[in-house]
């Protein structure tokens, strides 16, 4: 069971590597004629990479800190809680 979540973890890193490149690359690299992307077009990605870095941060904290307490919230049975209280009558 590991290795198919190791499997799955890299497929998602991977997933939003490629999809950050992609915009990264398409929003910031017009010039196709220089071996080295222009100074300009650096300073683009490197502003790209770290703005969606920093969002991707935030969004996980929120998500740590608001997920569990919106899944399970206090006093209330979840939903397979519900389903074996309903099975016992």
Same mark, same amino acid.
């Given at each position: 069971m590991?290795?198919?979540q190791d499997i799955s973890q890299l497929r998602?890193?991977?997933t939003v590597y490629n999809t950050l490149t992609e915009r990264c690359f398409n929003?910031?690299?017009s010039d196709f004629n220089a071996h080295k992307p222009l100074v300009q077009e650096q300073?683009?990605?490197n502003k790209c990479i770290d703005k969606s870095m920093r969002v991707n941060?935030? /969004?996980? /904290?929120s998500f740590a800190e608001l997920?569990?307490?919106l899944l399970f919230k206090q006093g209330q049975p979840t939903?397979?809680?519900s389903v074996k209280v309903n099975l016992r009558f």
């Open positions: 590991s290795q198919i998602e890193f991977l929003n910031c690299i300073d683009c990605v941060r935030r /969004l996980m /904290l997920g569990p307490k939903g397979t809680e």
